[in-house]
């Protein structure tokens, strides 16, 4: 019992590194927590309760809603509005970002941005889902309404990001800029406990995740790379092996455990990416450099893109640095216009 080290303990543990921290930083931490043990007690009952499938509604960028992306919504809101750290969130379910109006909230320092539920059309089918969070230090000064730009800024000024995950066993893993950690949520106790500690994803890997069916309308350098995974090569491990769950955090999570790369480029469909910068890219970017991996838009790093738009997309290119490099190469070698 005594080696059992839970993530509240943890994270008082590591305020110690941060000499001036006040402890709201770990609060905050703690209202994701609850929400996360929240929204896994409702999924684990996905199938016996009238909680599967769509709602009817849309989001605003015209994706239906799943009755989990909306119950995850507002459970995460209604936790870091509990605590008065958060002056405001904004969310892929939330057309524009919500400023919380209180004494106590317009005196918080932080703001958060999170895809309450990634991977929602997995939840049906009995596959992993996740949540996805970003936190920022607001711009706007202390003792106002969150504006605008306290959520528009460029992935480096990140002060945590992180993920759960709602899989065989449910996990937590974040970052404040001092490594990559990971909990397992232990449900007899209803605690994450430290299962993984400095994680790191190797430098080179054999895993490729892509959604291969959009193939026709990749560009030339993504389809090329795609054939160099293919391609008969023992002796540098090729050709790849293929995983696509369909579920950034799951594809993610393995790929940081094992090695590999996840791919959304642009397509004819979605020109700009499908995935959004501020609540998917920039907080698995965060992490991904943390364990010593790297994240790209294909020519630049996604944690240097400076956004214009709340739910802006970009190609995403994430996971083991050799393997980004690589990507990154065909893109140059083989432009669109050859
Ligand atoms: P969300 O459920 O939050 O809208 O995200 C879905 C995302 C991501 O999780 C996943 O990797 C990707 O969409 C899958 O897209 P395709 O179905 O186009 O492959
Ligand atoms: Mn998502
Ligand atoms: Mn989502």
């Known amino acids: 019992m005594s080696d059992i080290k839970t993530l509240g303990e943890f994270i008082v543990?590591?305020?110690h590194d941060f000499p001036h921290a006040s402890g709201e930083l770990s609060s905050l931490l703690g209202s994701i927590k609850l929400a996360a043990k929240i929204v896994n007690r409702e999924i684990n009952k996905a199938g016996l309760v009238d909680i599967t499938g769509a709602i009817g509604s849309e989001n605003v960028q015209g994706e239906q809603q799943q009755k989990l992306d909306v119950y995850?919504?507002?459970?995460?809101?209604?936790?870091?509005?509990a605590r008065d750290q958060v002056c405001g969130v904004a969310s892929e379910e939330e057309d524009e970002a919500v400023s919380f109006d209180s004494e106590h909230s317009r005196n918080a320092k932080y703001v958060v941005l999170m895809d309450p539920l990634d991977g929602s059309s997995n939840i049906d089918v009995n596959v992993s889902v996740g949540t996805i969070f970003s936190i920022y230090r607001r711009i706007s000064p202390v003792g106002t309404l969150a504006t605008e730009e306290d959520f528009l800024q460029p992935g480096h000024r990140q002060i945590a990001a992180g993920y759960i995950i709602y899989g065989s066993s449910t996990m937590l893993v974040y970052t404040t800029?001092?490594?990559v950690h990971g909990f397992t949520y232990d449900p007899s106790l209803g605690v994450f406990c430290l299962s993984h500690e400095n994680m790191t994803i190797p430098d080179d890997g054999r895993i490729y995740s892509i959604n291969e069916g959009n193939y026709i309308r990749f560009p030339n350098g993504v389809k090329r790379y795609i054939k160099y995974c293919q391609e008969n090569v023992p002796e540098d491990n090729r050709p790849y092996t293929s995983r696509y769950i369909g579920s950034l955090v799951s594809d993610f999570h393995r790929n940081l455990l094992k090695g590999g790369i996840y791919l959304y480029p642009s397509t004819a469909s979605h020109p700009k990416g499908k995935l959004?910068?501020?609540?998917e890219c920039n907080p698995m970017a965060f992490l991904i450099e943390q364990a010593g991996g790297k994240a790209s838009d294909g020519c630049q790093r996604i944690l240097d893109i400076e956004p214009?738009?709340?739910?802006?997309?970009?190609?995403?290119?994430?996971?083991?640095?050799?393997?980004?490099?690589k990507v990154e190469e065909f893109l140059e070698t083989y432009p669109d216009n050859d």
Do not use: I
């Open 13 to 15: 543990d590591k305020q």
């Open 72 to 81: 995850a919504n507002e459970k995460f809101k209604a936790a870091l509005q």
């Open 177 to 179: 800029g001092n490594g």
């Open 276 to 279: 959004r910068l501020l609540y």
């Open 308 to 325: 214009s738009e709340l739910h802006q997309r970009v190609p995403f290119f994430v996971g083991s640095t050799s393997m980004v490099n």
